[in-house]
Antibody, heavy 122, light 107 residues
């Protein structure tokens, strides 16, 4: 079955960067988009962007341009998201999620990781 | 960005009751609408896509409908395992945006 295993909770200092991982199994990693979504308590869900591991193509929510960088390692079936210049506004749970169908439903996500908590605090 | 206005923000219902959650899109998104369920402490799970299509493994008591730019999620007979939060999401254009969520509790 499709599984997305994310890295653990992070406590990081303001101004620093953090890199979250998402290891995929149970499907062909290079054939599906990998999305990233931010969830803050009381703020609902925000889409950050996606990467297509097959060729490394990315698409971002303009709001996260310069904040998030998506990469993927085909050899280990792992997607990564790096967040830079962290502030308290970046404290959230971050999910990776597999795209359901890149051709017909590019923005539908049919399997989600368990989430990675990032806390930005001095 | 397309705004998705979801209502109600919270809902208390009894077992076996019919539950309806609605979502209003700020512009025409056709059938590009998905619904997700998020149980407490868990990640969201896809329930419905294409406004009315049930995702794999989702019980048939869940259904989706559309009337213009208003979308509805219906649970025909509420079960204990349905407790959690529900989110609509427009899948029409970048960036995909989510409704504010509906927290469903047992009465």
């Amino acid at each position: 079955q499709v599984q997305l295993q994310q890295s653990g909770a992070e406590l990081v200092k303001p101004g620093s960067s953090v890199k979250i991982s998402c290891k995929a199994s149970g499907y062909t990693f290079t054939s599906y988009d990998m999305h990233w979504i931010k969830q803050q308590p009381g703020n609902g869900l925000e889409w950050i962007g996606w990467i297509y591991p097959g060729n490394g193509n990315t698409k971002y929510n303009q709001k996260f341009n310069g904040k998030a960088t998506l990469t993927a390692d085909k050899s280990s079936s792992t997607a990564y998201m790096q967040l830079s210049s962290l502030t308290s506004e970046d404290s959230a749970v971050y999910f990776c999620a597999r795209g359901y169908d890149g051709t017909y439903y590019p923005y539908v996500m049919d399997a989600w990781g368990q989430g990675a908590s990032v806390t930005v605090s001095s | 960005d397309i705004q998705m206005t979801q209502s109600p923000a919270s809902l208390s219902a009894s077992l076996e009751e019919i539950v309806t959650i609605t979502c209003q899109a700020s512009q025409d998104i056709g059938n590009w609408l998905a619904w997700y369920q998020q149980k407490p402490g868990k990640s969201p799970q896809l329930l419905i896509y294409d406004a009315t299509s049930l995702a794999d493994g989702v019980p048939s008591r869940f259904s989706g409908s559309r009337s213009g730019t208003q979308y509805s999620l219906k649970i025909s007979r509420l079960q204990v395992e349905d407790i959690g939060s529900y989110y609509c999401q427009q899948a029409h254009s970048n960036p995909p945006t989510f409704g504010g969520g509906t927290k469903l509790e047992l009465k």
